[in-house]
């Protein structure tokens, strides 16, 4: 599986952001996904996943009431809808795919990582 993340870029606090993450191959549906997201000096962290359906997702603490993940099997893709963006999430977003576990918010579950994308919240 290859995965392209793409949709940051620069949005003030407050502001939305979608991030989309493009899989190639015919077993998509059958990954679960992942974001991620890395600050500079800060461990990587799990923002949201969600499971092959998209009948079970994940949230960390700081994404609750503000993002929402999504996907859509028949386009191979996953979403990232962002609001209410503070300056904190600013970071590189990963998408990653995992093959086999219907819960996966650790990193080193997944089998596939997307390039990331800069997303910079500022003032």
């Known amino acids: 599986v290859q995965l392209q993340a793409s949709g940051g870029g620069l949005v003030q606090t407050g502001g939305p952001l979608r991030l989309s993450c493009a899989a190639s191959?015919?077993?998509?549906?059958?990954?679960?996904m992942g974001w991620f997201r890395q600050a500079p000096g800060k461990e990587r962290e799990c923002v949201a996943s969600?499971?092959?359906?998209?009948?079970?997702?994940y949230y960390a603490d700081s994404a609750k009431g503000r993002f929402t993940i999504s996907r859509d099997n028949a386009k191979n893709t996953v979403y990232l809808q962002m609001s209410s963006l503070k300056l904190e999430d600013t970071a590189v977003y990963y998408c990653?795919?995992?093959?086999?576990?219907?819960?996966?918010?650790?990193?080193?579950?997944?089998?596939?990582w997307g390039q990331g994308t800069q997303v910079t919240v500022s003032s």
């Open positions: 969600i499971n092959w359906s998209g009948g079970r997702t």
């Open positions: 191959g015919r077993t998509f549906s059958s990954y679960t």
């Open positions: 990653a795919a995992n093959y086999g576990e219907d819960y996966a918010t650790s990193g080193s579950v997944y089998d596939y």
